[in-house]
């Protein structure tokens, strides 16, 4: 029962840092409200590119911990999450771009043939307009979610009987048919999805942000909103690993004849991974047209199913917490800390060699070579970071006695 | 003891694998609370036979009861139909399979001879993962604990079982860092988790010292004696078979050879046979 304790304390201790983190970043990106933009550093300006690690870091923290729920806590090998992700991306452009934008957007086609919107549906007989808004974005991001998981249903059916490798192979094809499918320019097909041509105009991050009545923003959430969807969304995730079904998809990875000789039923099991994965792939994808602004096929490609696996990969496989600091370090890299290297710099006459466009992505690709040569464990592990940091804070106050959690062993 | 309820009759299973007749012809029954011991030399098809009636494989021929009803039966079938080497072709007609999770839904547990625990879980979580299958809820409820009482009641009776075998001291280490006695005490409590009409052993005593041995042993006794426990075991030492065996059945090359009680075994000259290669007059 001991142990039990430590679990709620250390629940406690995750929640209380979610929600400090949270906060902070509420906080960072209200400041410009409170104190003279003049008066910020340059990283804390309303333009920096924190907000933008912050945004797309949130997104990929749940996209990741989505995939790592089925490599990970499964062992199930999915290379389909991009396709996952531009179903929810498209149903939600879909339903939630407002009619009246869409005979612009569909202008190709003469307008859409989804002459509605979710938000319109709402306001239709609940008025308020920011209410319908909210509960048009949240209907339509699970709607999306239940799109990707049906999908990942219909791929499963035949698919997760066989040997694992072949849902590998499977997902690959599904992502790239997908892909090709929403970018079919047919007449009545085009009518839904635009074509090739991208759709836009539905709600973003920056339209949570809170208004007063003349128009002018009196609280930033337009970084708080991605933080929010995604820490529900891996809490829920984290809720469903801790369950008697989290165990049982973690003895399938363990050992399935031995999963399979404990009662376990194999393929229904791997299918509920399956779906939940899919299914909050394809809320990540909602997220990612939010931050994007726009939709379109072309970026989800399985290079990008590719970025996420490293993602989980570099955070640790079976480590929710490591998937989560991953994401914000991978995208920090890549978007902002690394843009140094792409830009020529001349110090004191002297012109830098090898700095030019497109060294970063040189430099990228060894620093993760580099992680998966030599560090194949990853940043955590299958450790989760309540867990880390008590191992640190045993090692930090021994003061030469032996720490409590070593002399209970 | 035994009560003369059958629980599990074995009827002329075959088991082909490639042209390699593994099991051949087997027929084998165990009433309700008895240790019946499953013995023979080195690849005489024990394992496979355990394989055949936990759904591992399917067998090439024959039939399995499982309490009074048919659970498994089958035919050889495609290109078996040709290279079928074993007895009885013809006898069976119809094909019920099932996957090994039926079966344990239905009330055979196992252990294995080379030992699979879950490497990433806790001997604890080993344990509790076993309770699964009794569970009433659904991935919604189970993520939304509705099921809280239930996952108590699981974890309870996880700790009971731990208990009982001497592990609850341990609950919280990694299963495979446990001495390798202990991993098969492991087992076999993970395997009487599922609430098993019938236990299957197969090899529970490989890699123990002496002293483990004997406290297998009468924890095994004690299965039986105490918790009218009916099992099945494949076993080498035969100190441990004679000791606690009602029955034994002796297989070589597949085939049954023998089966009667531990003193009539031990007399048998085709067991003395098969054990020690055709030696007719070697000691036991
Ligand atoms: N999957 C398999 N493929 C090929 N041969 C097998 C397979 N499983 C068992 N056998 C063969 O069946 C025979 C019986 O093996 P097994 O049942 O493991 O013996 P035991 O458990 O009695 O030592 C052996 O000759 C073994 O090589
Ligand atoms: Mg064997």
Sequence with gaps: ?409 | MSTGKNILHVENVTMQIGGVVAVDNLTLDVNEGEIVALIGPNGAGKTTAFNAITGVYEPTNGAIDFLGKRMIENHPQGKMTKIYAGENNGVYKNTIVKTPDKITKLGIARTFQNIRLFKGMTVFENVLIAKHLHQTGNLLSATFRLNNKEEQQMRRETLELLEMQGLAHLKDELATSLPYGQQRRLEIARALATKPKLLLLDEPAAGMNPQETQELTAFIRQLRDEYDQTILVIEHHMDLIMDISDRIYVIDFGKLIATGDPAQIQADPKVIRAYLGGDDDAEN
């Design chain 1, 1 to 409: 029962m001991v142990n039990q304790k430590k679990n709620i304390k250390g629940t406690l201790i995750s929640i209380l840092c979610i929600l400090v983190f949270m906060a902070a970043v509420a906080v960072l990106e209200n400041l410009n409200l409170w104190v003279p933009a003049s008066s910020l550093p340059k990283w804390l300006k309303p333009t920096s590119m924190l907000f933008t690690v912050l945004k797309k870091g949130a997104v990929y923290s749940l996209i990741a911990v989505s995939l790592n729920l089925l490599n990970g806590f499964t062992g199930l090998f999915s290379l389909g999450h991009a396709g996952f992700m531009l179903l929810g991306a498209y149903t939600y452009a879909i339903l939630c771009t407002p009619s009246s934008v869409k005979d612009t957007v569909y202008y190709k086609y003469n307008g859409s043939s989804v002459n509605f919107s979710m938000q319109e549906f709402y306001q239709s007989f609940l008025g308020n307009e920011t209410l319908s808004m909210i509960l048009g974005v949240v209907t339509t991001m699970i709607l999306a979610g239940l799109v990707a998981a049906l999908f990942a249903f219909l791929i499963g059916l035949p698919v997760l009987r066989l040997k694992s490798d072949y849902l590998a192979i499977a997902t690959l094809g599904f992502a790239e048919i997908v892909r090709a499918l929403f970018q079919w320019e047919a007449p009545f097909w085009g009518r839904i999805t635009n074509g090739a041509n991208m759709i836009k105009g539905f709600p973003k991050f920056s339209d949570f942000n809170i208004e007063n009545a003349d128009g002018k923003v009196v609280f930033y959430m337009s970084t708080l909103f991605p933080f929010i969807v995604a820490a529900v969304c891996i809490a829920v995730m984290v809720l469903i690993i801790k369950s008697t079904y989290g165990r049982a998809f973690r003895a399938i990875r363990d050992d399935e004849i031995a999963a399979e000789a404990m009662g376990i039923n194999l393929a229904k099991h791997k299918m509920m991974s399956f779906c939940t994965s899919a299914f909050f792939a394809g809320i990540g994808g909602v997220l990612y047209a939010m931050y994007s602004t726009t939709v379109q096929a072309k970026p989800f490609t399985s290079a990008l199913t590719y970025e996420l696996l490293l993602i989980v990969v570099i955070g640790g496989i079976g480590s929710v917490s490591g998937s989560c600091i991953s994401s914000f370090l991978f995208v920090a890299c890549s978007e902002w800390w690394l843009r140094f290297l792409d830009k020529e710099t001349v110090i004191g006459g002297f012109k830098v060699p090898l700095l030019r466009d497109g060294f970063r992505m040189v430099v990228f690709s060894v620093v993760i070579m580099i992680i998966v040569l030599f560090f194949r464990k990853g940043i955590m592990g299958d450790k989760e970071l309540p867990e880390v940091a008590g191992k640190i804070k045993n090692r930090i106050f021994r003061n030469g006695k032996k720490s409590k959690g070593e002399a209970e062993k």
